[in-house]
């Protein structure tokens, strides 16, 4: 009985990589199995949920600049990704949170922590930021994400059932699950990050924000968040690294910037 439902789990676990495969923005191959409608409703529910637990900035010269930024960020993520699947509409808000950060979700929700404007201390800065967040949701990385833990679970689940009563059999699913941590959890985080850095780069020159100011950014967030764990037990790139890959892309950012209509996002 037990040999019939393993034989039975790995034939649908062979048909995985069939069900959902297809491609980012960049050409990367991805694979991505929840509905987009299921992704969004998701996105929609935990923005509403955040809404609810936290507070939302009152001040009328921040919720302007990064309402202008955000709503040109969008218009260039469409421009740059024509065949993208977004949002058709997104709803931004600032939240009172001291902490340098910013997310967007599918379903077309961008959320900023007033912290961040301490470290994004200008329109492009900000613009880089809010381009990264936009890029994850045009290359659906919550999806993949996802997707990639419903399969290590399953995985170890069948490890599981084939080390039952077996000496060692917990400690070899721990052993399994560590590795897949190190070695397909943390690496596809740093892909999702490098992709949209680069994403968010080129969405942000299309813009009309000067690109060079991504790299400012970082050097300012290197200076706030004090010492990074080693690369490679970290979900993100060292700061090092996530400048010396913007830097190399920089040239062709720069000239879609000079390109671009200038956009004022200052008062």
Known sequence: MRQRFLLRLLFMLSLVPLAGCEETPTGRSQLVLVPDTLMAQMGEDAFDQLRQRQPVSRDAAVNRRVQCVAREVVAAAEARYP??????????????????????????????????????????QLAAVIGHEVAHVLADHGNERLTQQLGIKAVLLLVGLLGEGELGGQQLMQALGLGARLGISLPFSRAHEEEADLMGLAIMARAGFDPQQSVALWRN??????????EFLST???????????????????????????VDCSG
């Not at 700061?239 to 000239?255: D, F, N, T, V, Y």
């Open 221 to 230: 967030m290197a200076a706030a968040g004090g010492g990074q764990p080693p």
């Open 236 to 262: 993100h790139p060292a700061h090092g690294s996530r400048i010396k890959a913007l830097q190399q892309a920089m040239e062709e950012a720069l000239a879609t910037y000079r390109a671009a209509s200038p």
């Open 83 to 124: 065949d993208a699947d977004l949002p058709e509409t997104w709803e931004v808000a600032v939240f009172e949170d001291s902490s340098p950060n910013a997310f967007a979700l599918p379903g077309g929700r961008i959320g900023v922590h007033a912290g961040l404007l301490r470290v994004a201390k200008t329109p492009a």
